[in-house]
């Protein structure tokens, strides 16, 4: 036997072969490979249906993603919260504009009603679905344990939060095309009548059983010939509810308004 054939026998009872590839390895950098591109390709798709391409794309994440969604509670910023707070007021802002421009005739008040319409949580909450974001929408084992109720509770700060991601990256003019987009066609329909906040805190109230709310006078200042009225509303085991107007009934209206929105009642709005 010369040198080389024993070489190989001894190879070969050792166990020693020549290396492998590391398909292991492989197939996961082609997993994370294909990962990425699925993630760009979502995020491409929900972009075209905003209609902004984000140079920041932590933004856009950061509008979808739920409170639930975070590992620690103590990150709340990394969630849509604080991006709804600013939406919120951009949106404001930029529905103001557009009635002023399109309503030339329309007073103050009616003004004030129309962009109440147009801004409510539940208009917001239309437009997030008209752009198909529900399933968009990153929920935690909280979040997707409450099911339905609790992705449609938070579609209209979803739509909010957007708003304000689209303001942060693309600048004030990037949020306006967005909104006119999504806002034009609704601000143009006939509005639709308001019924009376406190007409709609008596009806919820008797459907849970409960007494008349109890409107109360807590303060009034002012001069005599321009008062400003601060009252609050009572229903047992609630939290008053308080309002300012310019007379005590505008005031009943505006803590109505505060304990519906606060409750979550629909059908409800201050009509002044």
Known sequence: MN????????????GEASPQPDAGG????????????SAKAAQAALEARIGHKFADAALLATAFTHVSALKS?????????????LGDHVLGLIVSD????????????????RLADLV????????????????????GAVGAGAGARL????????????IGAIF??????????FVERNWTERMRKPRRPLRDPKTVLQEWAQGKGLPTPVYREVERTGPHHDPQFRVAVDLPGLEPAEGVGGSKRAADKVAASVMIEREGVSGGSNDG
């Open 151 to 162: 992705r449609k509770s938070v579609l209209g700060d979803i739509c909010e939060a957007v």
């Open 73 to 85: 509670a103590r990150k709340r910023g990394d969630s849509y919260q604080r991006l709804e707070f």
């Open 120 to 139: 409510r949580k539940e208009s917001c909450a239309d437009v997030a679905k008209s752009l198909g974001l529900l399933d968009d929408i990153k929920l």
């Open 98 to 113: 557009m009635l002023y421009r399109a309503f030339p005739n329309a007073d103050e008040g009616e003004l004030s009603k």
């Open 168 to 177: 942060l990256d693309g600048g004030y003019g990037a949020a306006a095309q």
């Open 3 to 14: 040198d080389e054939t024993a070489d190989i026998q001894t190879a070969a009872t050792s």
């Open 26 to 37: 492989e197939v996961a950098a082609a997993k994370k490979k294909r990962s990425k591109v």
